[in-house]
């Protein structure tokens, strides 16, 4: 409960709530995620993109009769908390990546149903007014599970799964595609080797957080955090996370960097269901200071979420809970203009 006085004057009772008392009243819904409509399937290692106002989720692992990659694409609506469909993508991958960039969308790479394949280096631009796709220049270097961003107009592919099954290693390409020119450039590569992390843009340059390194069947979780320079077209090493994880989701409100959910364990699903340990947990770092901070935990534990941001409202959509199970649940976040949570006194 709120902390408060009640002062009578005459017949009237006048409620003087203390100050931490009215943060509390100013912030419901700020400090706590809430439940949202639920996706129409249950997926993870999807795709998600932002593109007016409306979250598309794209391809991914789906738990249907059974467990396969899926072509379908829905759409979720904030501002009704409603779900839909379009077309669906062309191809069944999952771990790929998406972002949206001049009113269209891009998706990058992936893996593909059969493990004997190598790893797609496909893209394919998808433009809503059409409700249409089409193919693009292909990157260099087929990946999955890469780090993805927007700068300066640019897409940035960072890291990854590459290779061909089971042969798969660690990435530390940086590829850079230039949607107007349909082009790709190389970049200086990335220090430290790494699949199913995260990466995120603030203030002009690119943060590469966590994921896993070690050979393709070895998943060590790594807490490192790489800063890339595009002026200087360097790296450097940024404060690590609070804890070693991978198959993390990243999203930036207010300059900070809000990393959600993930997986600290060394084994995988198809490896080890009782070893799978799903996170909550939401760390937030501040490149001004070069510092982490603790946020509100997911409401429901999961990793390899889908996450975006909607109006300053984040939303972890999907994702695998304890024992590897796949997840439909949808929770947001109302962040607000300048950050601040408040947990109320009880």
């Not at 991914?60 to 993508?89: I, M």
């Not at 300066?152 to 592919?157: A, E, F, L, S, V």
């Not at 220090?191 to 943060?207: H, N």
Request: proline share 5%; with cysteine.
């Amino acid at each position: 409960m709120f902390n408060r006085s009640v002062v009578l004057v005459g017949r009237w009772a006048f409620v003087v709530v203390g100050i931490l008392g009215l943060m509390g009243l100013l912030t419901i819904g700020q400090g706590a995620w809430v439940r949202k409509a639920d996706a129409p399937s249950e997926r993870s290692s999807v795709a998600i993109a932002e593109l007016n106002g409306k979250l598309y989720l794209i391809g991914g692992l789906e738990r249907g009769g059974g467990f396969d990659n899926t072509p379908a694409v829905e759409v979720y609506d904030p501002a009704n908390d409603s779900w839909g469909l379009v077309k669906d993508y062309p191809e069944r991958y999952h771990s790929a990546r998406a972002v949206a960039a001049n009113g269209r969308i891009y998706v990058f790479g992936g893996f593909p149903r059969f493990a004997n394949l190598p790893i797609s280096n496909k893209v394919f631009e998808y433009m809503p007014q059409r409700d249409l796709w089409q193919e693009k220049a292909s990157m260099p270097t087929g990946r999955a599970g890469f780090g993805i961003v927007v700068l300066d107009g640019k897409i940035y592919t960072i890291g990854g799964f590459t290779g061909q099954g089971p042969s798969y290693s660690s990435s530390r390409a940086v590829e850079v595609y230039d949607h107007q020119t349909n082009q790709w450039e190389m970049r200086a590569s990335l220090p430290t080797a790494r699949r199913y992390l995260t990466a995120a843009a603030v203030g002009g340059k690119i943060y590469a957080v966590g994921g896993y390194d070690g050979g393709p069947t070895l998943f060590n979780p790594l807490a490192i955090t790489e800063i890339y320079d595009p002026l200087t077209n360097t790296w450097q090493a940024g404060t690590a996370l609070p804890k070693a994880l991978g198959n993390i989701a990243s999203v930036v409100i207010n300059n900070r960097i809000y990393v959600i959910g993930g997986d600290g364990s060394q084994e995988q699903c198809w490896a080890s269901v009782q070893n799978h340990k799903p996170q909550a947990s939401v760390s937030i770092y501040d490149p001004l200071t070069n510092k982490w901070s603790s946020g509100p935990s997911l409401g429901v534990i999961r990793s390899e979420v889908a996450a975006a941001v909607v109006d300053k409202t984040i939303y972890a959509i999907g994702g695998r809970r304890e024992r590897c199970t796949i997840s439909f649940v949808n929770e947001a976040l109302v962040v607000g203009p300048q950050q601040h949570f408040y947990t109320r006194r009880e």
